[in-house]
């Protein structure tokens, strides 16, 4: 791959998520399997009056093949890391019922977040 492919092709999740984002906080678009658009932020935020250092949000997304799970795999790969999960601007009203049944708070009305099981210290968020 050339100089400028590279500096071209998004990065991979893996790639986002490894940089340091102590300094301010960071945003991409991504590239990942099952995801034909994902735009995500990784820095600090706000969530049931505490503050995160690290919260992972998803901004944009749109899968190859809705109903497989993708979006809830991505979604488990940061919970389970300790990291919380804020999804903004949601407009469809079956994914916002999804994401009220898997345990997220609303939050200004069509945005969603979930803390890890670890900052409550109980089964449920």
């Not at 009220?100 to 890890?116: A, I, T």
Request: aromatic share 12%; hydrophobic share 35%; glycine share 6%.
């Amino acid at each position: 791959m050339s100089t400028v492919e590279e500096r071209m092709r998004y990065p991979t999740l893996d790639e986002f998520v490894s940089k340091d984002t102590s300094r301010f906080p960071r945003a991409a678009y991504i590239e990942e399997d099952g995801f034909e658009e994902l735009y995500v932020r990784i820095g600090a935020r706000t969530l049931d009056r505490k503050t995160f250092d690290r919260v992972f949000t998803i901004a944009r997304v749109r899968v190859t093949q809705p109903g497989k799970g993708t979006v809830w795999k991505l979604i488990d790969r940061f919970l389970n890391s300790g990291i919380p999960v804020y999804v903004e601007c949601v407009h469809n009203a079956r994914f916002a019922e999804k994401l009220k049944e898997r345990g997220f708070q609303v939050m200004n009305e069509n945005c969603f977040y979930k803390l890890p099981k670890e900052q409550y210290g109980t089964e449920t968020c």
